[in-house]
């Protein structure tokens, strides 16, 4: 029973960033002559049909989950919010990137279409919630490995946002750290690298140089410089990248986490397999004590088999 208040009190927690984030954006997000009632549907949909899961008397001995919690009100959104399509819309949205968070990319991806649907026809192309609806899908097309599909969503987020508020504007360069990602898997170094090295300047010069987009962009650029064969750059850029997270964010931030993953593959291709090992296996535990996949185990688990393939000692690991 005490592990069940735990686990409860631990989803709880998550729940409160869940509501607090929805219910903000939608009153922020909508014209005030509409945002009391928008904001009452998403209330009432959070204490009805996703808070009700949390009550001790309702679940009984059934454990509760993360994943169960999202898939609860996944199953209540259908015709709940009939003449409150915004509402919807943030709901949706929100729904996609917990599933994105959680690994399961065609999840996310259907409610993120859904989200900007409604975003487009409501708000139009260049509202700022359209164009967030239309970033987040094209990171989900990225996970997929649908690189042309995540081009194009990201290109327009990127090209929209430069427009109406400038190169320097922090969604501006968010997107741009998304297109440069792509850039990469799609063999297209130069203008990858292009790309996030004028980011890396223009985000250092405008927030700061301790802002994670700075961590972002030296992510992609160290990715960029192994794909390139540029191994020691790609440890330096890292190394760098590393101190500051590890600072600023704390060890086992999942951007620091995804930033050991980056060194400790680039340990692997400089035949440093013992300090590769080592910040992998961090990494793999570090991303243990997270319900999402932010960091990718499997990833994570094929760089060590691969540290392990070049010394010659599969055996230890079978």
Not at 176 to 182: D, E, F, S, T
Not at 267 to 293: F, K
Request: some cysteine; hydrophobic content about 40%.
């Amino acid at each position: 029973m005490r592990r069940h208040r735990a686990l409860i009190a631990g989803v709880a927690a998550v729940l409160a960033v869940f509501i607090v984030g929805i219910v903000a954006s939608t009153v922020f997000a909508i014209k005030a002559e509409h945002a009391r009632a928008e904001a009452q549907a998403v209330s009432d949909f959070l204490r009805n049909s996703v808070l009700a899961l949390l009550d001790p008397y309702k679940v009984g001995g059934r454990e509760i989950t993360i994943r169960s919690v999202f898939d609860a009100a996944s199953k209540s959104l259908e015709g709940e919010f009939k003449g409150t399509p915004l509402a919807e819309a943030e709901i949706q949205d929100t729904l996609g990137n917990a599933y994105w968070s959680l690994g399961l990319y065609e999840l996310a991806e259907s409610y993120l279409k859904r989200a900007l649907d409604i975003q487009q026809a409501q708000r139009g192309i260049e509202h700022p919630a359209t164009l967030a609806s239309m970033h987040h899908l094209g990171w989900v097309y990225f996970a997929q490995s649908r690189y042309h599909e995540a081009e194009q969503l990201l290109l327009q987020a990127r090209q929209t946002r430069g427009r109406l508020w400038g190169e320097e504007h922090p969604d501006t360069l968010y997107s741009i750290i998304g297109l440069a990602c792509v850039y990469n898997m799609q063999g297209r170094f130069q203008e990858a690298e292009q790309l996030a090295g004028k980011g890396l300047e223009t985000t250092r010069r405008v927030l700061g140089r301790e802002h994670w987009y700075v961590l972002g962009f030296m992510n992609v650029l160290a990715w960029n410089c192994e794909l390139q064969g540029r191994y020691k750059e790609a440890e330096r850029l890292v190394e760098n990248g590393l101190k500051i997270s590890r600072r600023v964010l704390g060890e086992n931030h999942w951007f620091t986490l995804l930033l050991k993953q980056t060194f400790g593959r680039t340990c692997v291709l400089l035949g440093r397999y013992d300090q590769a090992e080592r910040h992998l296996l961090d990494t793999l535990d570090g991303s243990g004590e997270y319900g999402i996949r932010l960091v990718d185990p499997r990833k994570v688990s094929t760089d060590i088999f691969g540290s392990h393939s070049y010394c010659g000692e599969w055996e230890r690991l079978n």
